[in-house]
């Protein structure tokens, strides 16, 4: 239902902040722990959650309220408001809300409102400096100084309108340092000393480190055209077919147990007995599973790091496999070209299409992409009757092989640590 502009229930709204922190990740468990524990002091404090679209930490602040049952407000903005910020909002006159349950979703006008004028950075985004004025306390877990927090986080220490105790400041380890607080302190904001240990429960598990009788690791194949491999990499998200809200979970719940790591991939495959197929970089969005047919003790000399996918094409982790066996189950070599070829595949031939060479920019040189050598799968391969000796799991030490070794009924082999360390 539509309504007049007001804010919902008692409490302050109490915003939780941050400058841009990357992938979720161990360097990350710090900062999550802050997190959970702002939300949690919000919730005894019967005060209400204030977050916007787009911003960091939106999606953390979300799923927070939910699990924590706080109440939140959300501030939504539509395509028509992405413009930049370049004034403080005084006054909310003329604006809408629709009010549900304990969610406001406040849509701000895509043309010009009633704003008045107290700064002048044009570069601040809109949904920044809205959830920065309307909070009445501010929690900020990260900063990079000269970022587009850290000038409206001073902004607001500088202006009457707050008091400087309303913005408390994460400091630690992973969170913000004492050398970037400092002047912030000065002007009156608060410093949070965040306990590093982890929540109860949330310690990594420990793998079981070797089977009884496992069998020692095997000597890397270096056999031309026996053997397609399949290499994981650590998780950008969540895992296929794992929710939105089961991998957020995951890390609020578990931050120092939670594993998205390229083994925790491979281990996933050993005790799934299961290749989850992906639309990641296949044109036309077809699920299928790559694998390539460069030898395993090659492998290495592929990794490359993608600037414009911000990672390696390739990590020490992977699952070997026999390619007689693969060709069974309909396992086929890409086929390469240009747009030209991709106009004269037919439907069922387009899941083996990959484009010869791509420019990943302007400045950067063209990439090959036929060194990679891919064979792929159409859709999830089941490994459920997959024999014995008809795979080997690549590793790049001896503590990952004992890892694996006790969920595997393959046997491993280590890639040459000279090798793998070189590519680092």
């Given at each position: 239902?539509?309504?007049?502009?007001?804010?919902?229930?008692?409490?302050?709204?109490?915003?939780?902040?941050?400058?841009?922190?990357?992938?979720?990740?161990?360097?990350?468990?710090?900062?999550?722990?802050?997190?959970?524990?702002?939300?949690?002091?919000?919730?005894?404090?019967?005060?209400?959650?204030?977050?916007?679209?787009?911003?960091?930490?939106?999606?953390?602040?979300?799923?927070?309220?939910?699990?924590?049952?706080?109440?939140?407000?959300?501030?939504?903005?539509?395509?028509?408001?992405?413009?930049?910020?370049?004034?403080?909002?005084?006054?909310?006159?003329?604006?809408?809300?629709?009010?549900?349950?304990?969610?406001?979703?406040?849509?701000?006008?895509?043309?010009?409102?009633?704003?008045?004028?107290?700064?002048?950075?044009?570069?601040?985004?809109?949904?920044?400096?809205?959830?920065?004025?309307?909070?009445?306390?501010?929690?900020?877990?990260?900063?990079?100084?000269?970022?587009?927090?850290?000038?409206?986080?001073?902004?607001?220490?500088?202006?009457?309108?707050?008091?400087?105790?309303?913005?408390?400041?994460?400091?630690?380890?992973?969170?913000?340092?004492?050398?970037?607080?400092?002047?912030?302190?000065?002007?009156?904001?608060?410093?949070?000393?965040?306990?590093?240990?982890?929540?109860?429960?949330?310690?990594?598990?420990?793998?079981?480190?070797?089977?009884?009788?496992?069998?020692?690791?095997?000597?890397?194949?270096?056999?031309?055209?026996?053997?397609?491999?399949?290499?994981?990499?650590?998780?950008?998200?969540?895992?296929?077919?794992?929710?939105?809200?089961?991998?957020?979970?995951?890390?609020?719940?578990?931050?120092?147990?939670?594993?998205?790591?390229?083994?925790?991939?491979?281990?996933?495959?050993?005790?799934?007995?299961?290749?989850?197929?992906?639309?990641?970089?296949?044109?036309?969005?077809?699920?299928?599973?790559?694998?390539?047919?460069?030898?395993p003790a090659g492998l290495v000399e592929l990794r490359t790091y993608r600037r414009h996918r911000t990672r390696y094409d390739f990590e020490p982790y992977g699952l070997a496999i026999c390619r007689e066996w693969l060709e069974r189950r309909g396992v086929r070599p890409a086929r390469y070209g240009d747009q030209r070829l991709w106009a004269e595949l037919a439907e069922d031939e387009r899941?083996?299409?990959?484009?010869?060479?791509?420019?990943?920019?302007?400045?950067?040189?063209?990439?090959?992409?036929?060194?990679?050598?891919?064979?792929?799968?159409?859709?999830?391969?089941?490994?459920?009757?997959?024999?014995?000796?008809?795979?080997?799991?690549?590793?790049?030490?001896?503590?990952?092989?004992?890892?694996?070794?006790?969920?595997?009924?393959?046997?491993?082999?280590?890639?040459?640590?000279?090798?793998?360390?070189?590519?680092?």
């Open positions: 239902m539509e309504t007049s502009w007001q804010w919902p229930g008692g409490g302050e709204r109490v915003a939780v902040i941050s400058s841009r922190c990357g992938r979720p990740g161990p360097q990350l468990v710090p900062w999550l722990i802050a997190l959970r524990l702002a939300v949690g002091t919000a919730a005894l404090g019967g005060n209400r959650l204030i977050t916007a679209t787009g911003t960091t930490t939106h999606r953390w602040v979300v799923r927070a309220s939910c699990l924590w049952s706080v109440p939140r407000v959300e501030l939504v903005l539509p395509a028509g408001g992405r413009r930049v910020m370049a004034d403080w909002p005084a006054g909310l006159h003329g604006w809408r809300a629709s009010v549900a349950g304990p969610l406001v979703e406040c849509w701000l006008p895509g043309g010009d409102s009633s704003i008045s004028c107290k700064t002048s950075d044009s570069r601040i985004p809109l949904r920044d400096a809205l959830l920065v004025t309307l909070a009445d306390r501010l929690v900020v877990l990260r900063l990079k100084p000269w970022g587009n927090i850290w000038s409206l986080v001073m902004a607001r220490l500088r202006d009457r309108v707050w008091p400087p105790s309303t913005l408390t400041l994460a400091v630690g380890p992973g969170l913000i340092s004492d050398s970037v607080a400092g002047p912030l302190l000065e002007l009156g904001a608060s410093a949070w000393e965040v306990p590093c240990q982890p929540p109860l429960g949330s310690a990594r598990p420990a793998f079981e480190s070797a089977r009884t009788g496992s069998s020692p690791p095997v000597s890397v194949p270096a056999d031309e055209g026996r053997w397609l491999t399949h290499c994981t990499r650590a998780a950008q998200g969540a895992w296929p077919g794992q929710s939105e809200d089961d991998y957020l979970d995951d890390w609020l719940l578990r931050p120092a147990a939670a594993d998205y790591s390229a083994e925790a991939a491979l281990r996933r495959i050993v005790t799934q007995r299961r290749l989850a197929a992906s639309s990641s970089g296949i044109r036309g969005g077809y699920r299928v599973v790559s694998f390539t047919e460069v030898p899941p083996f299409f990959q484009c010869r060479a791509t420019r990943g920019g302007s400045t950067q040189r063209a990439v090959d992409w036929t060194r990679e050598r891919e064979w792929r799968h159409v859709g999830d391969l089941s490994l459920a009757d997959l024999p014995a000796d008809a795979a080997i799991l690549l590793l790049p030490d001896e503590q990952a092989a004992c890892r694996l070794a006790g969920c595997s009924p393959w046997p491993t082999a280590i890639l040459a640590s000279s090798a793998v360390a070189s590519t680092v």
